[in-house]
T-cell receptor
Framework: SQQGEEDPQALSIQEGENATMNCSYK?????LQWYRQNSGRGLVHLIL?????REKHSGRLRVTLDTSKKSSSLLITASRAADTASYFC????????????FGSGTRLSIRP | NAGVTQTPKFQVLKTGQSMTLQCAQD?????MYWYRQDPGMGLRLIYY???????DKGEVPNGYNVSRLNKREFSLRLESAAPSQTSVYFC?????????????FGSGTRLTVV
C-alpha cells in the first residue's frame, strides 16, 4: 500500500507561472522527501523536510509540511520548460524507519 | 561521475527464464534498494539492504531474490520470469536507511518478459 499520494495526478501550466503539488500520507513520519523524474530517467532527490520543520526552501522550490494534516506541498516558482517532469513525494514511517515509500506522482507539463 | 550504475539497461526475457540485475554504487553508502516502476505509477519497493550483510523484503518481493555482495553491490535476481514482471527496475542507495538522507538512483533497467 502507498504511504504518500500526490494531488493532482497531472498539472499543465504556462511557463513563468507557479506550480503547486500536494502530498498526503497516512501514518506518522520522521521525514518527507520530494523527487523529480524526467521522462525515461531515474529519480533525482530535490529536498528533504523533517517532521519538526514546517517550511524549507531550495532555489525556486518551497516545501511545506503540516504533520497535523499529514500533508506536504511542493511549490515551484517561475516555472521553466525544463521543470516538465513527474514529481514524487516519499516518506518513511515510525513503524518502518529503515525504508521510504513513494507516492504515485504528479505529472507536470510546462507550456511555452 | 560518482553514482549508481545499473546493468543491463534493456533486457527481453522469455517467460520462465532467469536473470540477474546488477547494481553498484561508489559513494560508500550503507543502504541500497531495488524498486520497480510500472507505467504511469510510482515506485514500489521490492527489497532493500539497510547495511552490508542484511536484506529485507519490501512491498512486492514475490518472484525476486537479492544479494548484498559487498558494500558496493546489490543484485536482484528473477528466478523464473513472468510477464507481470515487465517493468522498469531502479536501484538506489543512501547514506543510511529511512528518509534521513536523499536517495541516489540509477538510470534503470527496462525489462520486458514475453
Amino acid at each position: 500500500s502507498q504511504q504518500g499520494e500526490e494531488d493532482p495526478q497531472a498539472l499543465s501550466i504556462q511557463e513563468g507561472e507557479n506550480a503547486t503539488m500536494n502530498c498526503s500520507y497516512k501514518t506518522s513520519i520522521n521525514n518527507l522527501q520530494w523527487y523529480r523524474q524526467n521522462s525515461g530517467r531515474g529519480l533525482v532527490h530535490l529536498i528533504l523536510i523533517r517532521s519538526n520543520e514546517r517550511e524549507k526552501h531550495s532555489g525556486r522550490l518551497r516545501v511545506t509540511l503540516d504533520t497535523s494534516k499529514k500533508s506536504s506541498s511542493l511549490l515551484i516558482t517561475a516555472s521553466r520548460a525544463a521543470d516538465t517532469a513527474s514529481y514524487f513525494c516519499a516518506t518513511d514511517s515510525y513503524s518502518s524507519a529503515s525504508k521510504i515509500i513513494f507516492g504515485s506522482g504528479t505529472r507536470l507539463s510546462i507550456r511555452p | 561521475n560518482a553514482g549508481v550504475t545499473q546493468t543491463p539497461k534493456f533486457q527481453v526475457l522469455k517467460t520462465g527464464q532467469s536473470m540477474t540485475l546488477q547494481c553498484a554504487q561508489d559513494m560508500n553508502h550503507n543502504s541500497m534498494y531495488w524498486y520497480r516502476q510500472d507505467p504511469g505509477m510510482g515506485l514500489r519497493l521490492i527489497y532493500y539492504s539497510a547495511s552490508e550483510g542484511t536484506t529485507d523484503k519490501g512491498e512486492v518481493p514475490n518472484g525476486y531474490n537479492v544479494s548484498r555482495l559487498n558494500k558496493r553491490e546489490f543484485s536482484l535476481r528473477l528466478e523464473s520470469a513472468a510477464p507481470s514482471q515487465t517493468s522498469v527496475y531502479f536501484c538506489a542507495s543512501s547514506e543510511s536507511g529511512g528518509a534521513s538522507y536523499g536517495y541516489t538512483f540509477g538510470s534503470g533497467t527496462r525489462l520486458t518478459v514475453v
